[in-house]
């Protein structure tokens, strides 16, 4: 009853560490950083080159924060291509000290409202559940 | 709006794993029905405007062959896409031509055929329906994932519990039994879903709209070139409305409710001059369970929190006190992402024309809503309509 289609493979290249080379050298130090433009103030997370506010392309790195507070969270059961390897991990966002909402990976036991501290494994934010 | 435009042709093709047709003949399946409805042919259309998401199908670029297919050469020389909400995309795109004056008589056609590839690649691309960069590259979401945050959140700030959100799942599969077009027309229970296997939790695969194929149609017309054309019935739009928010969902600042539906609900009864009180029926995004809670809440229904008490009262049952989705939802209709909204518009007009059947609703001002959310609320359309 069905025939199968001619395949279509995609494999793509991104300017991952170039483009945004502090955030990652950042998370390789198990810190987080978004961007903050020098001209108007405004906060970036995820960070960009270019604020689109005031039209300036002048940004300055900053530490998003160390701790916050679990927002949210969802324990991923069924994966998806590319991720089948991990075992069930839990993806949750974080309210920072700072204010900066982020998406991480949750170590530990979840709770909306938890206190957590941010850490990474230095190709993605993770929190840890602090109580 | 410059001027009044109304739909007075629709057709929908069977939802669901259609392996017997490819993306032609299933778009043809609700163009052909479209046309008898409205009694008008090929010649009759100024423009059409296909709403396809396309990327889970062979068909990439799907415009051309379903329009060649359907005898609409020439007619056709439009494609347009907003996730999940496609399909109101392009009817939103359509009545705006007719609305300005540019054509007097539009057709909307939305077709995926989404199950050409297997569940794992599906999944894939889902994942990617926030941002690609900083989201499902480091952290493996799926689209489950992102409605699950919310789910989360709601249940811990208002004390929704997954009972409440299985009896979405239930009322949905309740209704789809009626319908021969539905993917699912079995029943379940609160307990099927409570025990069916966790995706993404809190959400379930019976929380979870299914992977279909499908598609819907509907021609659109001036009120000119209506009552030229004597229609019997016509069913207006009174009101259009569009938002759209972040990509990434953390940026958000909530995740209770969908500021994109509440923005877009917003502007379309402002330009209706109905209130949340006049709808009698609705269509809304029931892609996941916890996304019609949410849609009671961001349409006005019910105040922010409250959305489960209207499923348990059943207040959005047939002749509730606002019936929403008697033709299944996404839920147990399916969810072929182009079709969807040009369905729920399927839907509107046939309950607004009282030939609903079995799943009749009884209206008395013949109001209604229809609320279409792309991806996790990157972009919504709200339509009210009237008879």
């Known amino acids: 009853m069905v025939m199968e289609g001619i395949p279509l493979i995609l494999k793509y290249t991104l300017p991952a560490e170039e483009l945004y080379k502090p955030f990652w050298e950042g998370l390789k130090r198990g810190e987080v950083l978004g961007t903050k433009c020098k001209h108007c103030g405004t906060v970036y997370f995820p960070p960009q ?9 002048d940004m300055e790195w900053f530490n998003v924060g160390k701790e916050g507070v679990l927002m949210t969270y969802s324990i991923v059961k069924q994966k998806p291509q590319g991720f089948e390897q991990y075992e069930d991990y839990t993806i949750g966002i974080v309210r920072t000290e700072k204010g900066v909402d982020l998406m991480c990976w949750v170590i530990g036991k979840p709770r909306v409202g938890a206190k957590v501290s941010l850490t990474s494994d230095g190709n993605r934010v993770l929190c840890g559940v602090r109580e | 709006m410059n001027r009044r435009v109304g739909i007075i042709g629709v057709g929908m093709s069977k ?27 090929q010649k009759d259309i ?72 297997d569940t794992a690649t599906s999944l894939a691309i889902g994942g990617r329906g926030g941002n690609y960069y900083w989201e499902f590259h480091m952290y493996g979401t799926t ?80 009120e000119e070139k209506i009552r030229e054309l004597k229609i019997d019935t016509p069913i207006w739009i009174r009101g259009m409305g569009y938002g759209s928010d972040t990509s990434y969902i953390a940026a958000r600042g909530e995740w209770v409710g969908l500021k994109a539906a509440r923005d877009a609900a917003y502007m379309a009864y402002k330009m209706s001059g109905y209130t949340p009180q006049d709808i009698e029926y609705a269509t809304v995004h029931d892609c996941f369970t916890i996304a019609e809670i949410m ?62 059947g079995p799943v009749q609703h009884s209206f008395k001002k013949y109001v209604a809503l229809s609320h279409n959310v792309g991806g996790t609320g990157h972009y919504a359309y709200v339509f009210i309509y009237n008879r």
């Not at chain 2, 896409?81 to 109101?88: F, H, K, V």
């Open chain 2, 295 to 356: 849609a009671y809440e961001d349409l006005g229904f019910v105040e922010k929190g409250k959305g489960p008490s209207l499923l348990r009262e059943g207040q959005t049952e047939k002749d509730g006190k606002v019936a929403v989705n008697l033709f299944g939802g996404l839920k147990a209709k399916g969810h072929p992402l182009g079709a969807t909204g040009v369905a729920m518009a399927y839907e509107i007009v046939k309950q607004l024309r009282e030939e609903a």
């Open chain 2, 143 to 222: 689209f489950p994932t992102y409605y699950a945050l919310y789910a989360t959140r709601h249940m811990a700030l208002y004390g929704t519990t997954e009972e409440d959100m299985a009896l979405a799942a239930v009322k949905a599969h309740k209704y789809a039994s009626y319908n021969e077009k539905a993917h699912f027309r079995n029943k379940i229970t609160v307990e099927d879903v409570l025990k069916s296997r966790v995706v993404s939790w809190p959400i379930k695969l019976l929380d979870s709209s299914p992977i279909s194929d499908g598609a819907a149609a509907a021609i659109i017309a001036s």
């Open chain 2, 46 to 117: 100024q423009l059409t405007v296909i709403g396809s998401t396309a990327y889970r199908g062979t068909e990439i670029y799907p415009a051309p062959p379903v329009s060649e297919y359907c005898g609409l050469v020439g007619k056709s020389p439009i494609r347009v896409e907003a996730a999940c909400a496609t399909g109101s995309s392009a009817i939103f795109t359509a009545v705006n031509a007719v609305a300005s004056g540019m054509v007097d008589i539009a057709l909307v056609i939305g077709v995926d055929k989404m199950t050409e590839v």
């Open chain 1, 49 to 57: 080159r270019d604020c689109p506010k005031c039209m300036v392309s």
């Open chain 2, 15 to 41: 939802f669901g794993k259609r392996q017997d047709v490819t993306v032609r003949e299933l778009a043809w399946e609700a163009v052909k029905e479209a046309f008898e409805d409205a009694g008008l042919t």
